[in-house]
C-alpha cells in the first residue's frame, strides 16, 4: 500500500535527500566537498526532526551539526594540510573491509527492524509535545526520576573538561616553539 | 626546508615553525601600497616574517633624462618626482642651480617660497592623514584628508596655474609675483584649517581602535633610525630632533619663529602626532609670514641662458617628507652632467622590514601609510 | 492539514477560494515568497542607494546624483549592469564550490526574513522556536564565506575567508546570548510572541523596561551584529586596504552580486531582529497621553516596523562611516574579553531580575 | 619590530581592562559626535557639480590648460617662427613649421602641438620673447583618439 | 559568448523586433554607460588627481563611480591613471585582461597617452597606454584636473551610448604600432611639402621681386618688456658644525693619503670654502671603509648619518660619492672614490658588464644597503660584502646600466629639438 | 498543525539558493565574455604571478576558536529551553523548585565562565 499522503510523499523526499547527500558525503573525493555534502545532509535530517515534531532537537541538529561542528570540520580541512584539495587515497584492504562492515550493517537492519512489520504501524512511545521546548526545559531541570539535571550539570563539566584538554594541547604547540 | 627555492630577495633563514610559510604580493596594483610599489611578503599565519620591497614599477629614467635637458627644463620633471610636495622640491633644485650660478633671491621671492612651501606641507600631511585614516579603514578620514587639502590646491592653483606640477620657482625667484588675492585667501585658509583640524582630531587621536592600532606597532628606535638614514617626520618621531629647515636653515627659516615637533617612542601613533603637530607649526609659519611679508621685487636679474659653473653642488631641503637633498654635478654647456636626488622615502622605506617584522598585515598597511611614501620619488 | 499559517486575511481568502487544502497551501507558499523577495531584492537597491548617500552626506558631498531625481536611479543601473557583466571562475578555483557558495550565502536571509512579524498578521512563519532557529541558519554564512574564499584559490580570498570566520563564529556567541537575554526576560522563543511582550508604551519595549540593563542588551546586540555583517568597521573579511577583496575577490558579474545582495538583506533581517527584540517591533511608540497616542495608533504596525528598521540601518550606516577598522586579533579580544564575559554577566543580572 | 610584551601585574591589568572599557566608549562617541555633525549640516557640502556648473565654473587666469596662439580678429598671429619656444619645450610637444612666404622671408606655416605629450609647465610661454603665445582656460580636451590631439594653432601663415 | 550577441540575429527577421533590439541596446548601455566601477589602479600624478576627483570637492559619486573596486574581477573602467614603465606594462596587461567584459579603459594624463614629460631621452617609459591595451579614451593634462576627467567619463558614457548590439561590444584590438615620433614625422611631412611649395612658388616668388625689389614688410614684431630684476648674489648661511679645515686635519692626521678634490689642501683654501658646500675628499679604495669606520666612530667628526651613496661617470672612470652627516653636529663630508674603469673587458661586452668594484659600508649603515644597490643598478659597479646585489629599479634580465654615458637602448628616442 | 509552520520554511531553505542560481546562470547567459586569454584566468595578485600554493596550511589558533566555539554554542543551545520557561519556573508556575532551578543554572553557567577564565589567564584567547 503505497502512501498516497503529502507528508509521505515530502517524507520520502526528504529521505531520499539524505541518502543521496550521505553517499556522496562518502564517495566524493574532495574532502572540503564532502563536508559540503554532509551539511545537506544534517540539514535534511533536521527536517525529519520537525516532521517527528521535535523541533528542539531540530534547531540542534542545524545548530551544533550544521552550525557547529562542520564549520569546525571545514577550519580543520582548511588548516591542517593541503587535504582540502588533494584526493584522498583509497586503499583497497580498507575498502573492502569497509564494505563488508557496511553490508552487514544493512543486513542486521533488514533483519532485526524491517522483519517486524507492527513497527511501521506502531504508535509513538512518547506524548505529542514530548519533545517541545517546554517539556525539554522542564525535564532538563527536573529532579523527579525522569528529569535529567544531573546530567545537564555533567555536560558544564564535560564541556569544561574539553575546554581545558584543548588549550593544553594549543600551549604544548606554543610551548614548542 | 633551507633547500626551498626562496623568491628573490628573502634572506636565507630557516623559521623553527610548525606551519607552512607562504609568500603573498602586495602590489603593484594595491589599494594601500600608495602606487606603484611591490612589496613581497613572507609571512607565518598572518604574521610577517619578512617584508621584500620591489622597486622599479615606475622608474622613469628621470636623472638619465635630465642630462639630456637644459637645467630650467629638468625644474619640470622634479614636479613629477614627489608630487605631493612638488613645490617643496623645486625649491630644493633651484638652491642647488642657484649655488651654481652664484645668485640669491630678494625677500619677497624668499617670503613667498616658504609660503607656498608650508602650503605645500600642509596639503602633504592632509593627504597623510587622509591615506592614515584610509588605511585604517576608515574611508570618512580619506574625505576629510582631502577636503582641505582641496583648498590648498585651489590657492596653488591661483599662484602657480597648475594644481599639482606647479614648475613655479626658476632660479633667483619665481615665474610670477603672486596675485594679490593670495594674502586673504591664505589668511581665511587657516582660519578655516584650524576649525576643522580640531573635528578631524577629535576624529582620530584620541579614538580608542586608533589608538590599539598604532601604540607601540612599528616601533622604530632612535639608534635604528639614523643607521636606516631616515629623515623627516620618521626620523622626527623617533626622537631624533633634526628637521632641515632647523638644523641646515635655507630660506628665511632662520628668521621665523617654529618648533619642531619631536616624539619619543617611535611607533606608528608618535609619526601621525608628529605629522598633526606639524601642520600646526606650519599654521605658525605661515601667521608670521602674513605679517612680516615685504613689498619689493620678487626675483633676482633673469639670465638668458642658465649655465652652472663647473663643480659639483649639494642642497639640502626639508620637504614633507623628509630631508630632499640634490647633488648637481655641472660641466660646461647648459645641460647638467648629472643630477641626483635624494628622495626621502627611499631611506624612510629602507627601515620598513624592520619596523614591520612580526606584526600582522593589518599593521604593514598602518606602518607603510605613516612612513607616508611616494614611489615615484624613490623609483625616480 | 497541511496549510501554512498565514494569519492574515488573505490567507484566509485563499483558503476559502481554494477547496483543496493542498493547493491551497501551495498558492499560500507563492503569495509568501513573493512578498518575502519584494520586501528582500526590492529593498536592496533603496538601501545602497540610501548607503551611498549617507556616507556622502558625512563626507561633505553629494552621492549619485546625475540618474533620475538625485541618482535615484543609479543603483538600477549598477544591478542591470551586473546582469550584463561576464561571469567566469578562475582557473585554479574549484567550479563546484566556487559557485554554491554565493547560493549558500542566500539561504540564511531569506529563511531569517520568513520569520519576522512585520506586523499583526504579516509574518509568514510564526515558530516557537525562533530565536534559536535565526541562531541556527546564521552559521550557514559563515560556511558561505569560509568554502568561497577556499575555492578561489586565492590566497587574499583564503586569508579573508579564514578571518572572518574566526570572527563570525566567535561573534556569533554573544549574538546568541543577548538574543537568549531577551528571550529569558519575554519569557518565550517566539518572534511574535516578544513582540506581544513589549505592547504597551515606549517604556515597555524591551531597550527600557528593563533599566539600564536593557540598554546595555541592546549595545551588546549592536555591536554583535555588526561583526555577524560583516560590516565596517568589522569587516576585516573583506579588508581593502589590506587584502583588496577578502572572500569575493575571484567573484565576478552576478556572482559577486549575490555577495554583496546577501549583506544587504542580512541587513535587514538584522535590523528587523533588533526592532522586534527590543525597539517594540510594530508597536508605535506610544507616550502615554491618549491625544497623541491615538494618532500614532492610526499609523500601520507595518510602517512602524519599517520606520524602526531604516533607523537601525541608519545606525548601522552612521557607524560604518565613522569608524577605523580594528585590527583581526583585537576584535577576537573584544569578543572573548569584553563581550562575552559581559554577557555573561548581563544574563546573570537579568536572571536575578527576573528572580526578585 | 615587534617588541615583547612586557608582563605586568595582573591588578594592573584589571585597571588598564576598566579603564578601556570607560575610556574606549568615549572616545567612540567622540568621533560618531563629529560624522553627526557633518550628516546633519547640509552647508558643509562643498560638491561642485562639474558638467552643471560649465556656465560659472571658471579657470583662474593663470591656469594652464591648452597651448594658443595670441591672434587679433583678423586671424592674425604674433609668432615669428624663431623657434625659441620650441627648444624651451622639454618634450618636443612644440613644432614650429616654417614656410618662406612670397617675399622670400622665412615666416611661421603652422604651428603645430601636440596636445599629447604636452605637460603644461609653461617654459614655452616664458620663452617667447614676444608674447605670441599663451595658455588658455581650456580643460575638456579628452577625446577617443589619440591623432586628434595634434593640433594647428594657427590659422593664417605669419606675418612679416 | 553571451546571448546577447545573437539576439539580433534572432529578433531582426520578426516583425517589430528590430524596435525591440534597439530599446534592448538602449537599457543595456544606459546601464553600462551610468555604472562605471573603476580599479584602483594608479602610479603617479595622476593617480592623485584620481584620488582629488572621488573626494568631496569633486565627488566621482554624482556619476556612479565611487565605487573604487580594488579586485580588477569586480571592474568595469580602467583608469590608467600615471605613467606605465616597462617593468609595469606585463602587470597592466594581465589586470586588463582580468577585468571580466564588457571593459572599458580610459587613458590619463600626457604619460598614458604618449609618455608625456618622459617621450624623448627615455629608456624605460612605454609610450602610450594603446601600445599595451586597447584605450576608449584619451585625456590630455599633466595631470587633468579632475573636471577633465569627468570631460572624460562623459566621452566615454557617449561612445558607451552609441553602441549596438548589431556592431557589439568587443575587446578592441591593441594597435601594434608604439607611438610614432610625432614631431619628426610632422617635420619630414612638412618640409616634402615644402618642396613642393618651393616649386610651384618659385615663379611667383620672382614675379613678386621683379614687381617690388626692395619690399620690406611693414610689420615688425615687437619684442615683450620683460620686468626689470635686481642682480642679487648668493650669500652663504652661517657654518654648521665644525669647519672643512678641521675635519681635513683631522682626517689627515690618521690618513694621510687623503685630499681635498675639487681644493687644495691648504689651511686658506679650506678656510675659504664656502660654508653652504661640504668638503669632498679623495680616498683610496683601500682606505675608504677605514676612513668611513674612523669618521663615524671619532667623537669629534661622528659621521652617523648616511645621507647618500651616489656615482658620477666620467667616461674614464667612475666617481662614488659617499654623502654622510652628523646629525647632532650638523656638519657634512662627502667622501669620493675614483673608480678606474676594467679595461680588460673587450669592448663589446663593456656595455653590460661590470666595469669596477668597490667595498660595501653595509655593515657600517644599514641605509646604503639601497643606495649602493641603486648604483650598481644605474652604473654598473660591484660592491664587495653587499648582502643583496640586485638590480633594483630595471628588470633582472635589463641589458646595460643606464646612467653610464655610452648607454644604449633599441627604446629611447632621442629628443628632436 | 505545527508542521506545517515549518514545511513552509523549506521553501524559504531552497529560495535563497535558487535566486543565486538563477542569477548566476543569467549573468553566464547575458555577459558579454571577453578574450579568454592565460593571464583572465590567473589567480589575482595585485597583477604579479603567484607564487606557490595558494591553499596553504594556517596555524592551530584558528582551530582552537572554533573548538571554544562549539562548546559555547551547545551551552547556549542548552540555556536555551531553559530560559524560555524561566520567567514561568520563577513565578512558580510549575512544578519545578524556583531555587533549585536558580542553584543549577547557576552551577552550569559558573563552570563554563570558570573555563572561560581560565583560557584568558592561560594566555589562549590571543589570536596569532
Not at chain 1, 586503499?91 to 563488508?100: D, N, Q, S, Y
Not at chain 4, 616654417?98 to 617654459?123: D, M, P
Not at chain 5, 615683450?224 to 652661517?238: L, Y
Request: some cysteine; hydrophobic content about 45%; proline content about 6%.
Amino acid at each position: 500500500m503505497f502512501p498516497l499522503e503529502l507528508t509521505d510523499i515530502f517524507f520520502y523526499i526528504v529521505a531520499s535527500m539524505i541518502l543521496v547527500t550521505a553517499i556522496f558525503t562518502i564517495i566524493v573525493k574532495n574532502v572540503l566537498r564532502s563536508a559540503i555534502f554532509l551539511i545537506f545532509s544534517f540539514v535534511a535530517t533536521a527536517i525529519f526532526y520537525l516532521m517527528l515534531h521535535a523541533e528542539f532537537i531540530a534547531i540542534a541538529q542545524v545548530m551544533v551539526y550544521a552550525g557547529g561542528v562542520v564549520i569546525f570540520v571545514v577550519f580543520t580541512i582548511l588548516l591542517t594540510s593541503h587535504l582540502g584539495e588533494s584526493t584522498l587515497a583509497i586503499k583497497i584492504p580498507r575498502t573492502f573491509v569497509a564494505g563488508l562492515l557496511s553490508v552487514s550493517f544493512v543486513f542486521v537492519m533488514w533483519r532485526f527492524l524491517l522483519q517486524d512489520l507492527s513497527l511501521s504501524t506502531a504508535l509513538p512511545a512518547a506524548s505529542a509535545d514530548y519533545a517541545s521546548l517546554e517539556s525539554i526545559a522542564l525535564r532538563l531541570l527536573s529532579i523527579e526520576s525522569e528529569g535529567f539535571v544531573i546530567s545537564f550539570e555533567l555536560i558544564s563539566v564535560l564541556l569544561l573538561v574539553t575546554l581545558i584538554c584543548s588549550i593544553t594541547v594549543a600551549r604544548k604547540t606554543r610551548d614548542k616553539k | 626546508m633551507s633547500s626551498r627555492k626562496l623568491p628573490p630577495g628573502f634572506r636565507e633563514e630557516v623559521l623553527d615553525s610548525d606551519t607552512e610559510e607562504y609568500f603573498v604580493n602586495m602590489g603593484p596594483q594595491h589599494p594601500s601600497t600608495h602606487g606603484a610599489l611591490r612589496l613581497a611578503l613572507r609571512l607565518d599565519g598572518e604574521t610577517i616574517v619578512e617584508v621584500v620591497p620591489h622597486f622599479g614599477y615606475i622608474h622613469r629614467g628621470i636623472e638619465k633624462q635630465a642630462e639630456s635637458m637644459n637645467y630650467l627644463q629638468y625644474i619640470m620633471l622634479s614636479d613629477r618626482q614627489d608630487y605631493l610636495t612638488a613645490i617643496q622640491n623645486n625649491w630644493g633644485i633651484c638652491l642647488a642651480f642657484e649655488k651654481g650660478l652664484g645668485i640669491g633671491v630678494p625677500e619677497r621671492g624668499e617670503f613667498i617660497r616658504v609660503m607656498l612651501a608650508e602650503l605645500g606641507r600642509i596639503a602633504s600631511h592632509l593627504v597623510f592623514y587622509a591615506c592614515f585614516g584610509g588605511d585604517l579603514g576608515g574611508q570618512t578620514a580619506l574625505l576629510f584628508g582631502f577636503k582641505e587639502r582641496e583648498m590648498i590646491h585651489d590657492i596653488l592653483d591661483e599662484v602657480t596655474g597648475s594644481r599639482l606640477t606647479t614648475n613655479f620657482f626658476r632660479p633667483g625667484g619665481s615665474v610670477h609675483d603672486i596675485p594679490d588675492t593670495f594674502i586673504p585667501r591664505v589668511t581665511s585658509f587657516l582660519e578655516h584649517l584650524e576649525k576643522s583640524m580640531v573635528d578631524y582630531e577629535r576624529f582620530l587621536s584620541k579614538n580608542i581602535i586608533v589608538l590599539e592600532r598604532t601604540k607601540g606597532i612599528g616601533i622604530l628606535s632612535k639608534e635604528d633610525a639614523i643607521a636606516y638614514g631616515c629623515s623627516g617626520p620618521v626620523l622626527r618621531a623617533s626622537g631624533v630632533s633634526y628637521d632641515v629647515r632647523k638644523n641646515d636653515p635655507y630660506g628665511i627659516y632662520d628668521q621665523l619663529d617654529f618648533d619642531v615637533p619631536i616624539t619619543y617612542r617611535g611607533d606608528t601613533y608618535d609619526r601621525y602626532v608628529v605629522r598633526i603637530a606639524e601642520i600646526h607649526e606650519s599654521i605658525k609659519i605661515l601667521r608670521q609670514c602674513i605679517k612680516l611679508f615685504p613689498e619689493g621685487p620678487y626675483r633676482s636679474k633673469e639670465k638668458p641662458s642658465i649655465r652652472l659653473n663647473p663643480g659639483s653642488y649639494y642642497s639640502a631641503t626639508e620637504t614633507a617628507k623628509g630631508l630632499y637633498a640634490t647633488y648637481v654635478v655641472a660641466a660646461s654647456g647648459d645641460k647638467p652632467y648629472r643630477i641626483h636626488t635624494r628622495g626621502p622615502s627611499f631611506a624612510n622605506l629602507a627601515a620598513l622590514n624592520n619596523m614591520a617584522r612580526g606584526h600582522k598585515i593589518s599593521d604593514l598597511v598602518s606602518i607603510l601609510s605613516t612612513i607616508d611614501p611616494v614611489i615615484p620619488e624613490i623609483d625616480r | 492539514m497541511m496549510i501554512p499559517s498565514v494569519p492574515h486575511p488573505l490567507g484566509d481568502w485563499v483558503r476559502q477560494m481554494i477547496p483543496i487544502p493542498e493547493l491551497a497551501f501551495l498558492a499560500n507558499a507563492l503569495i509568501c515568497i513573493i512578498a518575502i523577495c519584494a520586501v528582500a531584492i526590492g529593498s536592496a537597491p533603496i538601501l545602497i542607494y540610501m548607503e551611498r548617500k549617507v556616507c556622502a552626506h558625512i563626507q561633505c558631498r553629494l552621492g549619485p546624483m546625475r540618474l533620475g531625481y538625485r541618482g535615484t536611479l543609479q543603483t538600477i543601473a549598477d544591478v542591470m549592469k551586473l546582469l550584463f557583466k561576464e561571469v567566469y571562475a578562475p582557473s585554479g578555483a574549484d567550479k563546484f564550490v566556487f559557485y554554491l557558495a554565493p547560493m549558500i550565502v542566500l539561504v540564511a536571509p531569506f529563511l531569517v526574513l520568513a520569520m519576522i512579524p512585520f506586523d499583526h498578521n504579516l509574518q509568514v512563519s510564526n515558530l516557537s522556536v525562533g530565536i534559536p532557529f535565526v541562531i541556527a541558519v546564521n552559521g550557514f554564512g559563515i560556511l558561505a564565506i569560509l568554502i568561497g574564499g577556499w575555492a578561489s584559490n586565492n590566497k587574499y580570498s583564503l586569508l579573508g575567508a579564514l578571518r572572518s570566520g574566526a570572527q563570525m563564529i566567535s561573534y556569533e556567541i554573544s549574538f546568541a546570548l543577548v538574543l537568549l537575554f531577551v528571550v529569558m526576560v519575554s519569557g518565550s522563543a517566539s518572534l511574535m510572541e516578544i513582540t506581544l511582550s513589549q505592547s504597551g508604551t515606549i517604556l515597555d519595549w524591551w531597550i527600557f523596561k528593563i533599566p539600564v540593563l536593557g540598554f546595555l542588551a541592546f549595545i551588546m546586540f549592536f555591536i554583535s551584529s555588526i561583526a555577524e555583517l560583516n560590516r565596517a568597521p568589522f569587516d576585516i573579511a573583506e579588508a581593502e586596504q589590506e587584502l583588496t577583496g577578502g572572500y569575493h575577490t575571484e567573484y565576478n558579474g552576478t556572482a559577486f552580486a549575490m555577495f554583496y545582495l546577501a549583506e544587504y538583506i542580512n541587513l535587514i533581517t538584522i535590523s528587523s531582529l533588533a526592532s522586534t527584540c527590543f525597539l517594540g517591533g510594530f508597536f508605535p511608540p506610544l507616550i502615554g497621553v491618549e491625544a497623541v497616542d491615538t494618532i500614532l495608533l492610526k499609523v500601520p504596525g507595518f510602517l512602524w516596523f519599517a520606520g524602526k528598521v531604516v533607523l537601525m540601518i541608519w545606525a548601522y550606516m552612521m557607524v560604518r562611516w565613522t569608524f577605523v577598522r580594528p585590527r583581526v586579533d583585537q576584535l577576537m579580544a573584544l569578543e572573548w574579553k569584553f563581550l562575552l564575559p559581559f554577557n555573561l554577566l548581563l544574563l546573570a543580572l537579568g536572571a536575578v531580575y527576573i528572580a526578585f | 619590530m615587534k617588541q615583547p610584551e612586557i608582563p605586568i601585574s595582573p591588578s594592573k591589568y584589571i585597571k588598564r581592562y576598566l579603564k578601556r572599557c570607560i575610556t574606549g566608549p568615549i572616545s567612540l562617541l567622540m568621533g560618531l559626535s563629529v560624522t553627526l555633525r557633518y550628516f546633519f549640516n547640509p552647508k558643509r557640502i562643498i560638491t561642485e557639480q562639474y558638467p552643471e556648473n560649465k556656465k560659472t565654473l571658471k579657470m583662474h587666469p593663470r591656469y594652464r590648460g591648452c597651448l594658443e596662439l595670441i591672434e587679433d580678429e583678423n586671424d592674425e598671429n604674433l609668432c615669428t617662427a624663431c623657434g625659441l619656444c620650441e627648444k624651451a619645450c622639454p618634450n618636443a610637444s612644440i613644432n614650429i613649421l616654417k614656410t618662406k612666404n612670397i617675399a622670400g622671408k622665412k615666416v611661421l606655416g603652422q604651428y603645430l602641438f601636440h596636445l599629447g605629450s604636452c605637460t603644461q609647465c609653461g617654459l614655452c610661454i616664458e620663452a617667447c620673447p614676444f608674447g605670441a603665445i599663451r595658455m588658455n582656460q581650456e580643460f575638456e580636451l579628452s577625446s577617443e583618439s589619440v591623432d586628434s590631439f595634434d593640433l594647428i594653432l594657427n590659422k593664417k601663415e605669419g606675418r612679416g | 559568448m553571451g546571448i546577447m550577441n545573437a539576439v539580433p540575429g534572432i529578433l531582426d527577421p520578426i516583425p517589430g523586433g528590430k524596435h525591440l533590439v534597439n530599446m534592448l541596446d538602449y537599457v543595456t548601455n544606459w546601464a553600462r554607460a551610468n555604472s562605471l566601477w573603476p580599479l584602483t589602479y594608479g602610479t603617479s600624478c595622476c593617480a592623485i588627481e584620481m584620488m582629488s576627483s572621488s573626494m568631496a570637492r569633486y565627488d566621482i559619486a554624482r556619476f556612479g563611480s565611487e565605487v573604487f573596486r580594488a579586485s580588477p574581477r569586480q571592474a568595469d573602467l580602467f583608469i590608467i591613471a600615471g605613467t606605465i614603465t616597462e617593468k609595469m606594462a606585463p602587470a597592466l596587461q594581465m589586470l586588463w585582461e582580468q577585468i571580466p567584459g564588457p571593459k572599458y579603459a580610459i587613458a590619463m594624463g600626457a604619460c598614458t597617452i604618449s609618455g608625456g614629460p618622459f617621450m624623448y631621452d627615455n629608456y624605460s617609459v612605454i609610450r602610450g597606454a594603446n601600445t599595451l591595451i586597447p584605450v576608449d579614451v584619451f585625456i590630455p593634462g599633466c595631470p587633468p584636473r579632475p573636471e577633465a576627467l569627468f570631460h572624460g567619463l562623459l566621452t566615454l558614457r557617449d561612445k558607451i551610448l552609441s553602441e549596438t548590439f548589431r556592431d557589439p561590444w568587443k575587446e578592441g584590438i591593441v594597435i601594434d604600432k608604439p607611438y610614432p615620433d610625432r614631431w619628426s614625422e610632422a617635420t619630414k611631412a612638412w618640409e616634402e611639402l615644402e618642396k613642393i611649395k618651393d616649386e610651384e612658388m618659385a615663379e611667383a616668388r620672382l614675379k613678386f621681386k621683379e614687381e617690388q625689389p626692395g619690399y620690406k614688410s611693414p610689420y615688425k614684431a615687437l619684442r615683450v618688456a620683460k620686468e626689470v630684476f635686481p642682480e642679487i648674489p648668493h650669500q652663504p648661511k652661517p657654518l654648521i658644525g665644525l669647519p672643512a679645515n678641521t675635519i681635513f686635519s683631522i682626517i689627515k692626521k690618521n690618513f694621510p693619503s687623503v685630499s681635498p678634490f675639487d681644493n687644495d689642501p691648504s689651511e686658506p683654501a679650506l678656510m675659504a670654502r664656502p660654508s653652504d658646500m661640504p668638503l669632498d675628499v679623495l680616498v683610496s679604495k683601500e682606505e675608504y671603509v677605514d676612513l668611513i669606520q674612523f669618521l663615524k666612530e671619532d667623537p669629534r667628526t661622528h659621521l652617523d648619518y648616511l645621507i647618500d651613496v651616489t656615482a658620477v661617470d666620467w667616461i674614464g672612470h667612475f666617481d662614488v660619492i659617499t654623502q654622510l652627516m652628523s646629525i647632532e653636529k650638523g656638519h657634512k663630508l662627502f667622501i669620493r672614490l675614483s673608480l678606474p674603469k676594467d679595461d680588460s673587458i673587450p669592448e663589446e661586452n663593456r656595455a653590460t658588464s661590470l666595469l669596477a668594484a668597490m667595498p660595501s659600508i653595509y655593515h657600517l649603515y644599514p641605509a646604503a644597503e639601497w643606495k649602493e644597490r641603486e648604483v650598481f643598478d644605474m652604473f654598473g659597479i660591484h660592491f664587495e660584502n653587499h648582502p643583496d646585489e640586485r638590480r633594483l629599479f630595471v628588470d633582472e634580465d635589463f641589458k646595460g646600466y643606464p646612467l653610464r654615458k655610452d648607454f644604449t637602448h633599441p627604446h629611447i628616442l632621442k629628443r628632436p629639438v | 498543525m505545527q508542521f506545517s509552520e515549518y514545511f513552509i520554511l523549506v521553501f524559504f531553505l531552497f529560495l535563497g539558493a535558487f535566486i543565486a542560481a538563477c542569477a548566476i546562470i543569467i549573468g553566464k547567459l547575458l555577459g558579454f565574455a571577453s578574450k579568454d586569454t592565460k593571464n583572465k584566468f590567473a589567480p589575482y595578485e595585485c597583477g604579479m604571478e603567484t607564487y606557490g600554493n595558494a591553499r596553504i596550511q594556517f596555524k592551530v589558533g584558528y582551530y582552537l576558536f572554533a573548538l571554544l566555539f562549539l562548546i559555547f554554542d551547545i551551552e547556549v543551545l542548552f540555556l536555551f529551553p531553559i530560559l524560555t520557561q524561566f520567567k514561568m519556573i520563577m513565578a512558580g508556575n510549575t512544578a519545578l523548585n524556583p531555587v533549585i532551578v536558580f542553584a543549577n543554572l547557576t552551577i552550569f553557567v559558573t563552570v563554563l565562565t570558570f573555563g572561560l577564565a581560565y583560557a584568558w589567564k592561560k594566555g589562549i584567547l590571543k589570536w596569532e
